[in-house]
């Protein structure tokens, strides 16, 4: 963002739309945000840098659903940012201990030992080190500046955590959970007599009596073979129907018979069945108390930007810079 006065910054505009026809356009002023400018060129950047990161998240027709909304609203929100970040200055905020300690983190995490490794790493995924740091600091300027104005100014009052609990229990009801081994023939390879006759021996040795980690660990052709055919825990509604119907019949300790599915025959072990139960409320109390605080935080910000943007002077220029 570029500095400047509100004269100055008409002046600009007038050259950038081209008033003065005899001398060279470099480039455009999209919105004028009390002393500061918007020019075309950030606007780019932003409008770049966020179809990129975008690209990376979605697909499809779920990326065009995003790409609508991010787009749309990208000025309004480069205005927002603008704003607070004045505000910062005003207050002279200083975030450069905070930078500081999260780059160190950010080398720690990934084994870097120093700044230039993590310019080499930044440069590979096409970030610039400065810029990164530069992102870093607007990124807590405007924390701190909304934490200071709206954040710490909210209080929830234990008496309203109790009663959206008792209100809306029906958010913590956990559902039936299944603990499961298997056992996975493929298919692939073999003849269906083969087959039969493997299903056969491990039958005959499940109803013997003998451990059915050890018989995955011995017969199974999954990747569960090496954990003594441990498939995990797994909540009513997260496995496939053609596993989960058969498991739900199924009492703690028993065996189901062979299920065919993906190339290949499973047999199946209910280790363990959590029923359907109510969480405490002292596991969910602090759950709940951030849902809360981040609803009132919502509304209270969008109170405090509503507020900043009628004490400031705003000119939208280009309503749609690209479009121009």
Known sequence: MRKCNRAIAAFLFFVAAGVFANQEIVDAI????????IALSDYKREYDSLYRMLRTRYQGEQFDQQWDMAKSSLLDTMITDLLLLQ???????????????????IKSENNLTSDEQLKQALAQQGMDFETFRSDLETQFLKQNIIFGEVGRKIVIDDSVIVAYYKQHQEEFIEPVEFTIKAIYIAEEGKSSDDIEAKKKEIDTRVEGGEEFGRLSSEYSEGPEKDSQGDLGSFKKGELERTLEEPIEKLEVGETSSWLNMREGWWKLKLVDRQESHLRAFEDVRKEIEEKLFSEEQQKELQKYLNDLKERSYIKILMPNPIES
């Open 87 to 105: 505000e910062a200055e005003k207050m002279g905020l200083n975030v450069s201990e905070q930078v500081k300690m999260t780059i160190e983190n």
């Open 30 to 37: 999209v919105a004028i945000v009390n002393d500061d400018i």
